[in-house]
């Protein structure tokens, strides 16, 4: 009797709260990343949906896909569309950066704001306004150009790969801007001087020392521009698809799309393209992990020697204020100016005279944008702060805990970061259309979705502050009384909340332009914001859009404001966390 | 009242298992300091943590004040937030979302004691350690001397029946430092709190405590009280750990009561005989350089006495540092600084047979 007592005492102190939580976050990760994952795979493998009656396993999907005539074109297509995008990318994000960090450009604080802007305008509005600046028939550059030159056909096209390469590029490039940034100013001077002073000289110390210790941060920012591109819907969408240029994901989208729906293709497309981004994924790990370990930076509180451009630095300047006149100043007016015209024309005095307001008060009384609105809205509150909460409390797990089992909720949450966005809403629909829970066609499968999607990035900023909680100050409190409980509510929360508030805008952020996954998942009543851009784009009501669309860039830029004011002070805050 | 019996803490590599701590043994009385003095990764921090619960122990027993919080034979262990410890930690850990008061009150807090108690009990801390009027501050306004005080408040407010302290004066500069340590340990002294002391100072483990064990590779190589802990160290580790120390290999040529002649690279000798040395043993003979003399004149040398010459000589203010070759060896020699001496001076060194002690070797 009194030995089972103690058995029983014994197993209560094993099962503790911390056990508890473990396992609830391991049941919820699992349920979000998991389970999508394998109906993808077993539908994929399936003579007809799964839950229809009569279905068998079978390659039928993956041949069909792979001996059709369509796939090398398409395969091709991709891989040209995101080697084409990973460089143009990395050519512009590095040399920004480099003028950025290194040199004594002028205004080079003005363009290190202006290389993020593109990064806040929605994908599907970035795309527009480069169709809108490119077609061949309306584009405003190719109008200018023909008048000034006196040409009889249009010189630039954007239904072409290179276009479609270009429109990708502009939106992409500011997160090579960030990575290289990073890696150039935590560059540690001293082994550049260094070298300087065992006699290379500037061009020597550049090949000899700076570009090799660079090469792995080089190689991990191609790779993720390599993913970030093929992944990437509008573009292929928008533009890819009227040029008959296919690529993976709009292929997927299209098999959605026909009727009847091809979920045989899209399923065996979609595991393709995951395969694909997860290669692209699992190399980029890599490659970072090497990164770590030629890390450079000293933790000294340095500022790195700017390089002296001497008078070319007047040049560097113009040819900056230029690329960006293009590409910010050229989208957003062509954006601005559409919402104010009733009907879309080409800008011109006449024009001018016509501008109203009529579409920001039409898209106001318009109920599908003020349901989308209202949507969009609620994903956006609910999304960024269940992730966050979820992603805290596995991210101490991962981070601070010794618990048995951390290590694979870690893997867990980051196993989205490879799910392309049309992938992740196929298997969605697998799981929705199959499992007996009633969320298909509601908000809440959106909810789902943007949560799996997001919670790598709601991982990478709360374990990183976490990181940077000293584990004395949980161990100050244990030793003051408090239960682990008390402890992670009075100590840790508190000190997360700089990190916590970051990755809360930043996933309020994306998930307010949200567009990939929802196209497949939305349903009526259920439309967000980006949708309602796509269905007028499609209807080709592009005043309507571009009133709709600068709304969203204005609710965007508020909040990359309000984000970098909570930036500055969580610098402040770290200093004192140690 | 704090005992500990055969504890043993041990990490799985990769490769190999690590024995943090192989079987520890100690004893704290009522109302002392012992200090866990040794090389960063002897156990000695790992052995306070399993203390303070922080690190669940694999083997042993741990008991304050009669009570086992810890044991391995029975699968007794009380969480860290059950033990009646308070502990101060060498970043000393103020939370940097709270007020000094709050920082200081939370233990209380946490107790569920009256609000006007928490005031009062808090505030009585913070005067204990002397930061009256500062309980409105950030702790980034504080400097590194006063968070320490926070620290301490906070360890000693809930007025636990025991104290840690890992290491608490390491991040403080050599002045400050010097003052701290007689403030903690005359706060000890106080309020008689029974206090485990982690440093790798050794100076600082000789100022502060009343025992000392000195740790090396998870184990304890000595216990005593400071003087005997440097007087006569019972192995090779504590001589060098503590001081510095010249060690001679020497054989007994013959028992005179308690001391022995030996002899030595540098010549015959007479000094302390180790414990059970007969003659022909071997031992090793240790002299502190501050117990050598130097003498020009060979006629002011008396007792044991070797002809050698100064190869350098430091002026360290406080006295000067002398590196002597007497015959193949070197030894080191402390001088007063304003000595005659000169580098390359012959001279006369006198080893008193009292001023050495030696080990079985």
Same mark, same amino acid.
């Given at each position: 009797?009194?030995?089972?007592?103690?058995?029983?005492?014994?197993?209560? &102190?094993?099962?503790?709260?911390?056990?508890? %939580?473990?396992?609830?976050?391991?049941?919820?990760?699992?349920?979000?990343?998991?389970?999508?994952?394998?109906?993808?795979?077993?539908?994929?493998?399936?003579?007809?949906?799964?839950?229809?009656?009569?279905?068998?396993?079978?390659?039928?999907?993956?041949?069909?896909?792979?001996?059709?005539?369509?796939?090398?074109?398409?395969?091709?297509?991709?891989?040209?569309?995101?080697?084409?995008?990973?460089?143009?990318?990395?050519?512009?994000?590095?040399?920004?950066?480099?003028?950025?960090?290194?040199?004594?450009?002028?205004?080079?604080?003005?363009?290190?704001?202006?290389?993020?802007?593109?990064?806040?305008?929605?994908?599907?509005?970035?795309?527009?306004?480069?169709?809108?600046?490119?077609?061949?028939? %309306?584009?405003?550059?190719?109008?200018?150009?023909?008048?000034?030159?006196?040409?009889?056909?249009?010189?630039?096209?954007?239904?072409?790969?290179?276009?479609?390469?270009?429109?990708?590029?502009?939106?992409?490039?500011?997160?090579?801007?960030?990575?290289?940034?990073?890696?150039?100013?935590?560059?540690?001077?001293?082994?550049?001087?260094?070298?300087?002073?065992?006699?290379?000289?500037?061009?020597?110390?550049?090949?000899?020392?700076?570009?090799?210790?660079?090469?792995?941060?080089?190689?991990?920012?191609?790779?993720?521009?390599?993913?970030?591109?093929? &992944?990437?819907?509008?573009?292929?969408?928008?533009?890819?698809?009227?040029?008959?240029?296919?690529?993976?994901?709009?292929?997927?989208?299209?098999?959605?799309?026909?009727?009847?729906?091809?979920?045989?293709?899209?399923?065996?497309?979609?595991?393709?393209?995951?395969?694909?981004?997860?290669?692209?994924?699992?190399?980029?790990?890599?490659?970072?992990?090497?990164?770590?370990?030629?890390?450079?930076?000293?933790?000294?509180?340095?500022?790195?020697?700017?390089?002296?451009?001497?008078?070319?630095?007047?040049?560097?300047?113009?040819?900056?204020?230029?690329?960006?006149?293009?590409?910010?100043?050229?989208?957003?007016?062509?954006?601005?100016?559409?919402?104010?015209?009733?009907?879309? &024309?080409?800008?011109?005095?006449?024009?001018?005279?016509?501008?109203?307001?009529?579409?920001? %008060?039409?898209?106001?009384?318009?109920?599908?944008?003020?349901?989308?609105?209202?949507?969009?809205?609620?994903?956006?509150?609910?999304?960024?702060?269940?992730?966050?909460?979820?992603?805290?409390?596995?991210?101490?797990?991962?981070?601070?805990?010794?618990?048995?089992?951390?290590?694979?909720?870690?893997?867990?949450?980051?196993?989205?970061?490879?799910?392309?966005?049309?992938?992740?809403?196929?298997?969605?629909?697998?799981?929705?259309?199959?499992?007996?829970?009633?969320?298909?066609?509601?908000?809440?499968?959106?909810?789902?979705?943007?949560?799996?999607?997001?919670?790598?990035?709601?991982?990478?900023?709360?374990?990183?502050?976490?990181?940077?909680?000293?584990?004395?100050?949980?161990?100050?409190?244990?030793?003051?009384?408090?239960?682990?409980?008390?402890?992670?509510?009075?100590?840790?929360?508190?000190?997360?909340?700089?990190?916590?508030?970051?990755?809360?805008?930043?996933?309020?952020?994306?998930?307010?332009?949200?567009?990939?996954?929802?196209?497949?998942?939305?349903?009526?009543?259920?439309?967000?914001?980006?949708?309602?851009?796509?269905?007028?784009?499609?209807?080709?009501?592009?005043?309507?859009?571009?009133?709709?669309?600068?709304?969203?860039?204005?609710?965007?830029?508020?909040?990359?404001?309000?984000?970098?004011?909570?930036?500055?002070?969580?610098?402040?805050?770290?200093?004192?966390?140690? | /009242?704090?005992?500990?019996?055969?504890?043993?803490?041990?990490?799985?590599?990769?490769?190999?298992?690590?024995?943090?701590? =192989?079987?520890?043994?100690?004893?704290?009385?009522?109302?002392?300091?012992?200090?866990?003095?040794?090389?960063?990764?002897?156990?000695?921090?790992?052995?306070?943590?399993?203390?303070?619960?922080?690190?669940?122990?694999?083997?042993?027993?741990?008991?304050?004040?009669?009570?086992?919080?810890?044991?391995?034979?029975?699968?007794?262990?009380?969480?860290?937030?059950?033990?009646?410890?308070? /502990?101060?930690?060498?970043?000393?850990? @103020?939370?940097?979302?709270?007020?000094?008061?709050?920082?200081?009150?939370?233990?209380?807090? @946490?107790?569920?004691?009256?609000? +006007?108690?928490?005031?009062?009990?808090?505030?009585?801390?913070?005067?204990?350690?002397?930061?009256?009027?500062?309980?409105?501050?950030?702790?980034?306004?504080?400097?590194?001397?006063?968070?320490?005080?926070?620290?301490?408040?906070?360890?000693?407010?809930?007025?636990?029946?025991?104290?840690?302290?890992?290491?608490?004066?390491?991040?403080?500069?050599?002045?400050?430092?010097?003052?701290?340590?007689?403030?903690?340990?005359?706060?000890?002294?106080?309020?008689?709190?029974?206090?485990?002391?982690?440093?790798?100072?050794?100076?600082?483990?000789?100022?502060?405590? =009343?025992?000392?064990?000195? /740790?090396?590779?998870?184990?304890?190589?000595?216990?005593?009280?400071?003087? +005997?802990?440097?007087?006569?160290?019972?192995?090779?580790?504590?001589? =060098?750990?503590?001081?510095?120390?010249?060690?001679?290999?020497?054989?007994?040529?013959?028992?005179?009561?308690?001391?022995?002649?030996?002899?030595?690279?540098?010549?015959?000798?007479?000094? /302390?005989?180790?414990?059970?040395?007969?003659?022909?043993?071997?031992?090793?003979?240790?002299?502190?350089?501050?117990? @050598?003399?130097?003498?020009?004149?060979?006629?002011?040398?008396?007792?044991?006495?070797?002809?050698?010459? @100064?190869?350098?000589?430091?002026?360290?203010?406080?006295?000067?540092?002398?590196?002597?070759?007497?015959?193949?060896?070197?030894?080191?020699?402390?001088?007063?600084?304003?000595?005659?001496?000169?580098?390359?001076?012959?001279?006369?060194?006198?080893?008193?047979?009292?001023?050495?002690?030696?080990?079985?070797?």
């Amino acid at each position: 009797m009194e030995s089972r007592l103690a058995k029983l005492s014994n197993l209560r &102190e094993k099962i503790n709260s911390q056990h508890i %939580i473990l396992v609830a976050c391991i049941l919820a990760v699992a349920y979000l990343v998991l389970i999508p994952l394998i109906m993808l795979l077993f539908g994929s493998i399936r003579s007809a949906p799964i839950g229809e009656p009569g279905a068998h396993f079978t390659f039928k999907n993956y041949l069909d896909a792979y001996l059709s005539p369509r796939f090398f074109p398409l395969m091709g297509n991709s891989f040209l569309y995101g080697i084409g995008s990973c460089i143009l990318t990395f050519v512009l994000g590095t040399s920004l950066a480099w003028v950025y960090e290194r040199t004594n450009t002028p205004f080079k604080k003005i363009f290190g704001v202006a290389a993020l802007i593109p990064f806040i305008v929605p994908g599907i509005l970035s795309t527009i306004s480069w169709i809108l600046l490119l077609s061949p028939k %309306i584009g405003l550059i190719n109008l200018v150009l023909m008048k000034l030159f006196a040409l009889e056909n249009p010189p630039l096209n954007i239904y072409s790969l290179p276009g479609m390469i270009w429109a990708e590029a502009i939106h992409l490039y500011p997160l090579v801007f960030m990575m290289m940034a990073a890696s150039f100013r935590s560059m540690d001077m001293s082994l550049e001087e260094s070298s300087t002073m065992s006699g290379a000289g500037v061009f020597g110390t550049f090949c000899r020392v700076t570009l090799p210790l660079m090469r792995p941060a080089f190689f991990s920012a191609m790779l993720i521009m390599f993913i970030r591109a093929i &992944e990437a819907f509008e573009v292929p969408a928008l533009v890819g698809l009227p040029a008959g240029i296919e690529v993976f994901t709009s292929e997927i989208y299209l098999a959605i799309h026909e009727y009847p729906s091809n979920f045989g293709l899209a399923g065996s497309l979609a595991v393709t393209l995951l395969i694909i981004s997860s290669l692209g994924v699992y190399f980029y790990r890599r490659a970072t992990a090497k990164e770590q370990r030629f890390a450079t930076v000293t933790g000294k509180g340095f500022r790195p020697r700017l390089i002296d451009l001497g008078g070319f630095k007047y040049l560097v300047s113009g040819l900056c204020i230029v690329f960006f006149l293009i590409t910010i100043g050229l989208p957003i007016f062509i954006l601005l100016w559409s919402s104010f015209v009733p009907f879309y &024309e080409v800008p011109s005095l006449a024009a001018a005279k016509t501008l109203s307001l009529k579409n920001y %008060i039409f898209v106001f009384n318009f109920p599908t944008t003020m349901t989308a609105f209202k949507n969009s809205i609620f994903l956006m509150l609910t999304t960024a702060t269940i992730t966050m909460l979820l992603t805290s409390v596995i991210a101490w797990i991962a981070v601070k805990s010794k618990i048995k089992g951390r290590g694979m909720l870690d893997v867990l949450t980051f196993i989205p970061i490879a799910f392309p966005g049309i992938v992740l809403g196929v298997s969605l629909l697998y799981v929705y259309l199959a499992l007996p829970i009633p969320i298909y066609g509601t908000i809440w499968i959106l909810m789902v979705a943007y949560i799996t999607k997001y919670m790598p990035y709601g991982i990478r900023t709360t374990s990183s502050t976490i990181i940077q909680i000293s584990s004395e100050l949980e161990e100050a409190s244990a030793l003051s009384g408090a239960s682990w409980a008390t402890t992670f509510r009075k100590i840790t929360l508190p000190l997360l909340i700089p990190g916590f508030m970051a990755g809360w805008l930043y996933i309020a952020m994306v998930s307010l332009r949200e567009l990939s996954t929802s196209i497949l998942l939305y349903a009526s009543g259920s439309e967000v914001l980006s949708i309602v851009v796509f269905d007028l784009w499609e209807g080709g009501q592009y005043p309507t859009l571009c009133a709709l669309g600068i709304m969203m860039i204005s609710l965007l830029v508020l909040l990359a404001f309000v984000a970098n004011k909570v930036g500055a002070r969580i610098g402040i805050r770290r200093e004192t966390t140690h | /009242m704090i005992e500990i019996s055969n504890l043993g803490k041990y990490f799985t590599g990769e490769r190999e298992t690590v024995n943090a701590v =192989d079987g520890v043994s100690f004893f704290v009385p009522e109302g002392k300091i012992f200090t866990l003095l040794g090389p960063s990764g002897c156990g000695k921090s790992t052995t306070l943590r399993c203390v303070a619960g922080l690190e669940k122990p694999d083997a042993g027993e741990i008991k304050i004040a009669g009570k086992v919080i810890y044991s391995a034979r029975y699968k007794v262990f009380v969480p860290p937030h059950k033990r009646d410890i308070g /502990m101060v930690f060498q970043s000393y850990a @103020i939370w940097p979302h709270m007020k000094v008061f709050d920082n200081v009150a939370y233990p209380l807090k @946490i107790k569920k004691m009256p609000r +006007e108690a928490i005031r009062k009990k808090a505030l009585e801390a913070l005067n204990t350690v002397g930061l009256q009027g500062l309980e409105d501050r950030l702790a980034s306004q504080l400097s590194g001397g006063q968070q320490q005080r926070v620290a301490l408040a906070r360890a000693l407010v809930k007025e636990p029946q025991v104290l840690l302290l890992d290491e608490p004066l390491s991040n403080l500069d050599a002045k400050l430092r010097h003052q701290m340590r007689t403030e903690i340990k005359e706060l000890q002294r106080r309020l008689n709190i029974t206090t485990l002391y982690v440093t790798h100072d050794q100076i600082e483990a000789l100022a502060i405590s =009343d025992y000392i064990a000195v /740790m090396n590779k998870g184990k304890i190589l000595d216990v005593g009280p400071p003087v +005997e802990i440097y007087q006569k160290p019972g192995s090779r580790f504590t001589a =060098d750990f503590i001081g510095q120390t010249n060690v001679l290999r020497g054989k007994i040529l013959s028992v005179e009561g308690e001391l022995g002649r030996f002899s030595t690279p540098i010549g015959e000798m007479v000094t /302390m005989l180790p414990a059970g040395g007969v003659t022909g043993g071997e031992a090793l003979i240790f002299i502190r350089p501050e117990n @050598i003399k130097v003498f020009k004149d060979q006629a002011q040398a008396t007792g044991n006495n070797f002809a050698g010459a @100064i190869k350098v000589l430091t002026f360290l203010g406080e006295y000067a540092d002398c590196k002597l070759q007497v015959g193949e060896e070197v030894l080191w020699a402390r001088v007063h600084p304003l000595s005659p001496l000169r580098e390359g001076d012959k001279v006369y060194v006198q080893i008193d047979q009292d001023a050495s002690f030696s080990i079985p070797a």
